[in-house]
Structures are given as C-alpha cells and as structure tokens.
Nanobody, 122 residues
Framework: QVQLVESGGGLVQAGGSLRLSCAAS????????MGWYRQAPGKQRELVAR???????NYEDSVKGRFTISRDNAKNTVHLQMNSLKPEDAAAYYC????????????????WGQGTQVTVSS
C-alpha cells in the first residue's frame, strides 16, 4: 500500500506565505515524479508544480516566480514553498506521486493525497 500525507495548508492574508509538504510511505520500487495539483470550487483540477526523478521542474504559469517546488529523495518528500500568495491561489491542494511499485513490472501508477486547504484572504 502507498500513502501520501500532506501538511502545511492554512489561512493567510494576500502577500503571505505557506509551505506545503507531502510524504510518501509504503512499499515501492521508485518514485518517478512528485508534485502538486489544486482545485478551486467550480473549477477543474490543475497542475501547480511538478518535479521528476531527474529534477526536471514545471510550474503553472501563474505561480512562476512565486512558488518553489523541491524534493527530499531520502525522505520521499516533496515541498511547495508558496510566497506572495494571491486570493486566486485559494484552493484545495493535492499531492501526487508517480510511483513504480514493482522491481519486475516497469510501469507506474499515480497516487493522490487527501488534499490540504489553502485559503487566502484579502
């Protein structure tokens, strides 16, 4: 079984900062990528940031220059530092991990956390 546990969500004023963390636990062969998606009420879930095992990083355009994603491979953990938060950043943020569980079968599966709420007041 694989589990993703998120933390760090909360309420901040516009211009403030939050740091989200997500730790993967369980038995698996490797983690190919980790990242964060978000979903606001009435909107589709969208990719916020992603980092691969080769340290390739992608950001959604609206968060570039404000958010920073990082990974601690030894702890199977990904972080999202969010600075200069805007009201439009408010959403439920979901951790995901693309995980290869088997050393024999070379395929991977996407896993999702429960979500952590980010609220930005103005």
């Amino acid at each position: 079984q694989v589990q993703l546990v998120e933390s760090g969500g909360g309420l901040v004023q516009a211009g403030g900062s939050l740091r989200l963390s997500c730790a993967a636990s369980g038995s698996f062969f490797s983690i190919n990528a980790m990242g964060w998606y978000r979903q606001a009420p009435g909107k589709q879930r969208e990719l916020v940031a992603r980092i691969t095992s080769g340290d390739e990083i992608n950001y959604e355009d609206s968060v570039k220059g404000r958010f920073t994603i990082s990974r601690d491979n030894a702890k199977n953990t990904v972080h999202l530092q969010m600075n200069s938060l805007k009201p439009e950043d408010a959403a439920a943020y979901y951790c995901y991990a693309q995980i290869r569980r088997s050393s024999y079968y070379a395929y991977s599966t996407d896993y999702w956390g429960q979500g952590t709420q980010v609220t930005v007041s103005s």
